[in-house]
C-alpha cells in the first residue's frame, strides 16, 4: 500500500512539473544590520531571481548558527553549510598567505586595495585557498573597512608608553613598534577599558568605532588606516560540486555581483558613520601620504624594537606576493 502511494505521488509530481528548491544555508556572526549582512541578503534575492526560485539562500546572522568564525570555517570544511563570511585572519588558517593582506600601510589608498583585489594578485589569493584546502572554494572579497587608531586624547600618532587595545597579533605588534604597548581584550570590554583609563586608545575601523559607541570614551580617532584587510565569502566546495553546472555557475555570478554591491553599501553606511561621529564630537586627525609611507617604511624596514622587521615577521615568506602588491602601489 505504502508503496503505491509513493508511486502515486511521484506520478503527480510528474505530472504537475513541481520542482523542489535547493536551500542553501549561509553562516554569518555580524548583526543584521551590518552593511555585509545586508548584502548577503541582496545575495540571496539574486539567486532566487537568476534561478527561477530553483536555489534559496537562508542566511543566519549574528552567530546563530554557528557562533564563531572558526566554526563557520570548519562548518564549510564539512560540508554542513553551503556559505559563509570570514575575516582575512580567520581564512588565512586556510591560506598563511592571505596574512599578508594585514600587513601594516601595505595599501596605499582604497583604490591600490581594490586595484589588487580585482587583479591577478587577488585571484592567486582566492586559488590558494583551494589549492590549500581542496575543500573551500574563495567566491569573493567583502570591504571591510580601514582600521585606525582611537585615542582618548589628541596627539600624534606616537604611541611611546601608551596601553592600546588590539585584537590582532600584528597589529601588536604594530604598536610596539610605535612604541607602545597593546593587549586583546573583547570587543564589548574595550569601551569599559577606555572609559577607565586602562586603555589610551584603541585599533578601530569606523563602523566599529560608531557601532560599539567607543568614541564615547575615546573621542580623536587618528585615521592611518594601517589595517585594510579585506573579510573573504567563502563556500564549501563539497556543497557546490553537488549542485548543477548552471546553478554552480549562477552562485559564483551572483556573488560577483554582491562583491560590487558590498562595496558601495560599505562606503555608504561608513559615510554615515562619519557623519555622527561628527556631530557627536568625535576630532579626526588625518595622515598625509607622506606621513604614511614614513610608517610603511618604517614597518618595512625598522628592527630595533621588534628584532626583524614587521613584514619579515609577518610575510617573510611570501615577499614575492608582497612585491606584487607594491608593483601595483607604484601606480597609486
Not at 564549510?76 to 580567520?90: F, N, P
Not at 582611537?150 to 601588536?172: F, Y
Amino acid at each position: 500500500m505504502a508503496r503505491r502511494l509513493i508511486a502515486c505521488l511521484l506520478g503527480l509530481l510528474c505530472l504537475t512539473g513541481t520542482v523542489y528548491a535547493q536551500t542553501l544555508r549561509f553562516a554569518e556572526t555580524l548583526q543584521s544590520s551590518d552593511p555585509r549582512v545586508k548584502a548577503e541578503m541582496e545575495f540571496a534575492r539574486l539567486l532566487e531571481e537568476r534561478t527561477q526560485g530553483r536555489v534559496q539562500l537562508e542566511i543566519y546572522p549574528a552567530g546563530t548558527l554557528y557562533g564563531t568564525e572558526e566554526g563557520i570555517l570548519e562548518a564549510l570544511s564539512k560540508g554542513d553549510i553551503a556559505l559563509g563570511r570570514v575575516s582575512t585572519q580567520t581564512a588565512s588558517s586556510a591560506a598563511p598567505e592571505l596574512r599578508i593582506l594585514q600587513l601594516p600601510y601595505l595599501f596605499k589608498n582604497r583604490e591600490h586595495l581594490w586595484s589588487v583585489l580585482d587583479g591577478a594578485v587577488g585571484q592567486e589569493f582566492l586559488d590558494r585557498i583551494s589549492a590549500n584546502r581542496p575543500e573551500l572554494t574563495g567566491l569573493c572579497y567583502f570591504d571591510a573597512g580601514a582600521e585606525h587608531f582611537a585615542l582618548r586624547e589628541k596627539r600624534t600618532l606616537a604611541l611611546e608608553g601608551l596601553m592600546i587595545s588590539a585584537a590582532r597579533e600584528i597589529t601588536k605588534d604594530l604598536v610596539v613598534l610605535l612604541g607602545g604597548t597593546a593587549m586583546h581584550v573583547g570587543r564589548h570590554e574595550v569601551y569599559a577599558g577606555l572609559a577607565q583609563g586602562v586603555f589610551a586608545g584603541a585599533a578601530e575601523t569606523l563602523w566599529n568605532y560608531w557601532d560599539t559607541g567607543d568614541y564615547d570614551a575615546a573621542p580623536v580617532l587618528i585615521e592611518d588606516a594601517h589595517d585594510m584587510a579585506p573579510d573573504l565569502v567563502l563556500a564549501s566546495e563539497l556543497v557546490l560540486e553537488g549542485m548543477s553546472p548552471e546553478d554552480r555557475a549562477l552562485v559564483e555570478q551572483a556573488a560577483f555581483e554582491m562583491e560590487a554591491w558590498e562595496r558601495e553599501a560599505w562606503q555608504s553606511a561608513e559615510k554615515e558613520c562619519r557623519r555622527k561621529l561628527e556631530k557627536a564630537g568625535v576630532s579626526f586627525i588625518a595622515l598625509s601620504q607622506e606621513r604614511r609611507q614614513e610608517l610603511f617604511s618604517q614597518a618595512l624596514h625598522d628592527t630595533d624594537r621588534l628584532g626583524e622587521s614587521l613584514y619579515d615577521r609577518w610575510g617573510g615568506e611570501w615577499m614575492d606576493l608582497v612585491a606584487q602588491v607594491l608593483l601595483v602601489r607604484e601606480e597609486y
